[in-house]
T-cell receptor
């Protein structure tokens, strides 16, 4: 059974600084998704990473995948308040398995 | 493209009653639909996977007689929570994918918040 561990579970950020969220998973997966969830809302797709070494960037967010290490990272550059949300990673096996989520709070 | 809707967006019901939640793919045909449950401040947990025209596959620990899933067409799946109790109060999210298999991209609905009194 695929197990997914995200850390940290909570991240208090200062505006303008850089931070990284880590996603470790236990078994081989051929793709990995990152999602954002705002309070009371459903999931918003951020990235899908399809291969080892894949890197994708959108605005202040950059995601990467190392399939050998079974590790994905979500890097936030120069955090701004609008990025406050909960972020989930989800490697895909025969189904999506979600990490526990990282709650991000960006303070002025 | 790839829009998924859910109805209702929120529902309040009395304990012991049944509630039906609809999930529709609006602009594509969904071979597979998924139902997730999310408790406050927790992650999403897959409840079941349904393929059009066949019985749903439930995850371990999910009571199939309590959570009835019907995937009658390529654009509609329904989840019925039977004899709801307060512990069933949760955020229910469906997703849909064009092709079968868990690795295909899933498009998520906006969710349905169920409160059982």
């Amino acid at each position: 059974e695929l197990k997914v561990e995200q850390n940290p579970l909570f991240l208090s950020m200062q505006e303008g600084k850089n931070y990284t969220i880590y996603c470790n998973y236990s078994t081989t997966s051929d793709r990995l998704y990152w999602y954002r969830q705002d309070p009371g809302k459903s999931l918003e797709s951020l990235f899908v990473l399809l291969s080892n070494g894949a890197v994708k960037q959108e605005g202040r967010l950059m995601a990467s995948l190392d399939t050998k290490a079974r590790l994905s990272t979500l890097h936030i550059t120069a955090a701004v308040h609008d990025l406050s949300a909960t972020y989930f990673c989800a490697p895909a096996g025969n189904k999506l398995t979600f990490g526990g989520g990282t709650r991000v709070l960006v303070k002025p | 493209g790839a829009v998924v809707s859910q109805h209702p967006s929120w529902v309040i019901c009395k304990s012991g009653t049944s509630v039906k939640i609809e999930c529709r793919s609006l602009d594509f045909q969904a071979t597979t639909m998924f139902w997730y449950r999310q408790f406050p401040k927790q992650s999403l947990m897959l409840m079941a996977t349904s393929n059009e025209g066949s019985k749903a596959t439930y995850e371990q620990g999910v009571e199939k007689d309590k959570f009835l899933i019907n995937h009658a067409s390529l654009t509609l799946s329904t989840l019925t929570v039977t004899s709801a109790h307060p512990e069933d109060s949760s955020f229910y999210i469906c997703s849909a994918s064009r092709a079968g298999g868990g690795t295909d991209t899933q498009y998520f609905g906006p969710g349905t918040r169920l409160t059982v009194l």
